[in-house]
């Protein structure tokens, strides 16, 4: 249990610069919307995934980030994937994509095609269900180099800079990683073994070298940021190990940092608190052994309400923007 006690936060100082997450960290994003709000003072989301026989994770993330709260969501998919991934919401927008043979994205060389794809957008997420076809990783690597907003990376879109990670810098536009221990160990060189016995320290040094904010997940998921702070988040359990559960984080981080790029190091805090929280809500319904990564989504908005205690009225995140207008 983790309890305030009247102490003021700054007389709060770690050492160790290690952080634990709670609501409080959250309530700077806690703002009721506007009444004249419209879906463009929320962002636009693109997750850009997906590829034969993984067309879900693209699409889940999609949804998990309509779910916390983007105004517009995009996803951006081979052409033969796209109708299993609009299948899946109508809400969900999509846009076809270049392919191999294999059904992967293919759109590396062509850099009017990627321009076309990032234009208006305010968040990218590359990663669920991508593949590690080289056209693939060839897209992912354009993708990152070219974009000048938020890019979230996830799953094969690490794996894509394995023994690449020096292509990796958050001072060219923010950047946050999600690995999970194995991903984390591709990126690194090192064992799954090495980088569970010290996964403070390794995420510390990887988000301090490359200038980005690492959330290296697993029991006690970690976000470190760029100044080499920390995070422990308390929430969670294993009921979210499911295949697809990181698909949903990576959603709603996108979905998080639409509405608040100007506290974004805030809203990767507040996704993985949520992500975790809804987790727990959903085992507490379903149990142990039956939760699937659709069920932490349907978990997200009592996730959310449970996490705010400012105001009685339904919040949600919103732009920086928007709170100029008030």
Same mark, same amino acid.
């Not at 936060?9 to 806690?30: G, P, Y």
């Not at 699409?59 to 998990?64: E, F």
């Not at 016995?197 to 301090?208: C, D, L, P, Y």
């Not at 979905?255 to 929280?277: E, K, M, R, T, W």
């Given at each position: 249990?983790?309890?305030?006690?009247?102490?003021?936060?700054?007389?709060?100082?770690?050492?160790?610069?290690?952080?634990?997450?709670?609501?409080?960290?959250?309530?700077?994003?806690?703002?009721?919307?506007?009444?004249?709000?419209?879906?463009?003072?929320?962002?636009?989301?693109?997750?850009?995934?997906?590829?034969?026989?993984?067309? =879900?994770?693209? +699409?889940?993330? %999609?949804? $998990?980030?309509?779910?916390? &709260?983007?105004?517009?969501?995009?996803?951006? @998919? !081979?052409?033969?994937?796209?109708?299993?991934?609009?299948?899946?919401?109508?809400?969900?927008?999509?846009?076809?994509?270049?392919?191999?043979?294999?059904?992967?994205?293919?759109?590396?060389?062509?850099?009017?095609?990627?321009?076309?794809?990032?234009?208006?957008?305010?968040?990218?997420?590359?990663?669920?269900?991508?593949?590690?076809?080289?056209?693939?990783?060839?897209?992912?690597?354009?993708?990152?180099?070219?974009?000048?907003?938020?890019?979230?990376?996830?799953?094969? =879109?690490?794996? +894509?800079?394995? %023994?690449? $990670?020096?292509?990796?810098? &958050?001072?060219?536009?923010?950047?946050?990683? @999600? !690995?999970?221990?194995?991903?984390?160990?591709?990126?690194?060189?090192?064992?799954?073994?090495?980088?569970?016995?010290?996964?403070?320290?390794?995420?510390?040094?990887?988000?301090?070298?490359?200038?980005?904010?690492?959330?290296?997940?697993?029991?006690?998921?970690?976000?470190?940021?760029?100044?080499?702070?920390?995070?422990?988040?308390?929430?969670?359990?294993?009921?979210?190990?499911?295949?697809?559960?990181?698909?949903?984080?990576?959603?709603?981080?996108?979905?998080?940092?639409?509405?608040?790029?100007?506290?974004?190091?805030?809203?990767?805090?507040?996704?993985?608190?949520?992500?975790?929280?809804?987790?727990?809500?959903?085992?507490?319904?379903?149990?142990?052994?039956?939760?699937?990564?659709?069920?932490?989504?349907?978990?997200?908005?009592?996730?959310?309400?449970?996490?705010?205690?400012?105001?009685?009225?339904?919040?949600?995140?919103?732009?920086?923007?928007?709170?100029?207008?008030?």
């Amino acid at each position: 249990m983790v309890a305030q006690i009247g102490s003021p936060r700054n007389a709060i100082q770690s050492k160790l610069k290690l952080e634990v997450i709670t609501k409080n960290d959250l309530h700077t994003l806690w703002v009721p919307r506007p009444w004249d709000a419209h879906k463009g003072l929320f962002g636009h989301v693109l997750v850009m995934g997906g590829s034969t026989g993984k067309g =879900g994770a693209a +699409a889940m993330a %999609g949804i $998990a980030a309509m779910r916390v &709260g983007a105004g517009l969501t995009t996803a951006a @998919t !081979p052409k033969s994937v796209l109708p299993t991934v609009a299948g899946f919401a109508p809400e969900l927008m999509t846009v076809p994509l270049p392919e191999n043979e294999a059904g992967a994205i293919a759109i590396s060389s062509q850099e009017s095609a990627i321009k076309k794809i990032l234009a208006g957008k305010t968040v990218v997420a590359i990663g669920p269900g991508i593949s590690r076809a080289p056209e693939a990783e060839q897209s992912v690597h354009a993708i990152v180099a070219h974009a000048k907003v938020p890019v979230v990376i996830d799953a094969d =879109g690490l794996n +894509a800079f394995e %023994g690449k $990670a020096n292509l990796l810098n &958050g001072k060219q536009r923010p950047l946050v990683l @999600t !690995p999970h221990p194995k991903e984390m160990a591709r990126l690194t060189g090192l064992s799954v073994d090495e980088i569970e016995s010290n996964r403070a320290e390794i995420a510390r040094k990887f988000a301090t070298e490359h200038r980005l904010i690492l959330v290296l997940k697993g029991h006690r998921t970690l976000v470190a940021d760029p100044e080499g702070t920390v995070w422990v988040n308390m929430t969670g359990n294993p009921a979210m190990a499911k295949g697809g559960s990181g698909d949903v984080l990576t959603g709603m981080v996108a979905g998080f940092i639409a509405q608040s790029p100007d506290h974004l190091f805030n809203a990767v805090l507040a996704a993985v608190h949520i992500h975790g929280l809804s987790g727990d809500l959903a085992a507490t319904s379903l149990g142990e052994r039956s939760v699937l990564a659709e069920d932490i989504i349907q978990q997200i908005p009592h996730a959310i309400q449970a996490s705010d205690q400012l105001t009685n009225r339904p919040v949600s995140l919103t732009l920086g923007r928007a709170r100029k207008r008030q």
